[in-house]
């Protein structure tokens, strides 16, 4: 890996531990910009550059969902379909990450409630 992109990932993780080590002990739900917001760093270096594959969890997320198993549910559903169209272009990484983050974020609205967001409705 050359430094540059080393020395980038390196600076990413200690954001991304300094931004988890804030929220420790605040267990909320996420946020759907939260959401996207760890789910699209993973496309920087992988072949699924674009933003189309986070959206489209993000999509699916911002629909109403009867309960957390079935959230979850539709989250692998959707990782099952993106391997299908997308795993060829070295996309699996990519793919798992934003499956996590998608049942990361069904657990903590089904057990802590939507968040709260100023000036927008909850998903």
């Known amino acids: ?5 080393r020395l980038a990932a390196m600076a ?6 300094a931004l988890l080590g804030a929220c420790a002990g605040s267990q909320r739900a996420l946020t759907l910009e939260e959401f996207y917001g760890f789910c699209w760093p993973e496309q920087i270096d992988s072949g699924c550059w674009d933003d189309g594959l986070c959206q489209d969890y993000k999509d699916y997320l911002a629909q109403e969902h009867a309960s957390k198993e079935e959230c979850i549910k539709g989250c692998n559903e959707m990782q099952t379909e993106k391997w299908r169209v997308d795993a060829m272009r070295g996309c699996s990484t990519t ?3 934003a ?3 998608c049942e990361k974020y069904c657990r903590l609205y089904f057990d802590y409630g939507p968040p709260s967001q100023k000036g927008q409705p909850a998903p």
């Open 95 to 97: 793919i798992n990450n």
């Open 1 to 5: 890996m050359p430094a540059a992109k």
């Open 99 to 101: 499956t996590d983050w």
């Open 12 to 17: 990413f993780a200690a954001a991304l531990c």
